[in-house]
T-cell receptor, first 112, second 114 residues
Framework: GQQLNQSPQSMFIQEGEDVSMNCTSS?????WLWYKQDPGEGPVLLIA?????ELTSNGRLTAQFGITRKDSFLNISASIPSDVGIYFC????????????FGKGTRLHILP | KAGVTQTPRYLIKTRGQQVTLSCSPI?????VSWYQQTPGQGLQFLFE???????NKGNFPGRFSGRQFSNSRSEMNVSTLELGDSALYLC?????????????FGQGTRLTVV
């Protein structure tokens, strides 16, 4: 079935650094979504992207829907301790299955 | 507007038992999807219900089943529990089928099988 390749799998950064992660697919997606999951909690929707080339910000977070519609990236500026968690990308595309597809996640660790 | 509510939050069961988890979607949402998440694994899709009908199913054995009621609330059942069923079970609700719109997650039910 369709898969999303999310990278990196994990990141160790210093507090205050900027972070960048991305997702790629072999198929065209209609929507890209980015979620964050805190330990022991459910994922929370951070940003939703609907159009190729769209760039959307949510506070220190910025995400873009790739022009080819096959990729998306998420940037976090000036990371803080509460940014720790797992970030998932997800995509939706019109197919006969009609279900959302998730990447395997990027685990973000912040060193003091 | 209330979010997605999953009950219970935590559950401990013994091998061989069966368990039922509940999910109340956001008001007005008609789709509920279920996922299993184990340490180090991503979100493994179990199934999706829309308007009381199962629309999609993942690659899980028949011990995992679900249903959706007319008020869109959903339950999932796992019979003959195995140790490997220990996981965080998440449900997500969507206005329409999850492939067409954003999905919003509940806090999950942490199931431990001993």
């Amino acid at each position: 079935g369709q898969q999303l390749n999310q990278s990196p799998q994990s990141m160790f950064i210093q507090e205050g650094e900027d972070v960048s992660m991305n997702c790629t697919s072999s198929s065209i997606f209609n929507t890209w979504l980015w979620y964050k999951q805190d330990p022991g909690e459910g994922p929370v929707l951070l940003i939703a992207l609907y159009k190729a080339g769209e760039l959307t910000s949510n506070g220190r977070l910025t995400a873009q829907f790739g022009i080819t519609r096959k990729d998306s990236f998420l940037n976090i500026s000036a990371s803080i301790p509460s940014d720790v968690g797992i970030y998932f990308c997800a995509g939706t595309y019109m197919n006969r299955d009609d279900k959302i597809i998730f990447g395997k996640g990027t685990r973000l660790h912040i060193l003091p | 507007k209330a979010g997605v509510t999953q009950t219970p939050r935590y559950l401990i069961k013994t091998r061989g038992q069966q368990v039922t988890l509940s999910c109340s979607p956001i008001s007005g949402h008609r789709s509920v999807s279920w996922y299993q998440q184990t340490p180090g694994q991503g979100l493994q899709f179990l199934f999706e219900y829309f308007s009381e009908t199962q629309r999609n199913k993942g690659n899980f054995p028949g011990r995992f089943s679900g249903r959706q009621f007319s008020n869109s609330r959903s339950e999932m059942n796992v019979s003959t529990l195995e140790l490997g069923d220990s996981a965080l079970y998440l449900c997500a609700s969507s206005l329409a089928l999850s492939g067409h719109t954003e999905a919003f997650f509940g806090q999950g039910t942490r199931l431990t099988v001993v």
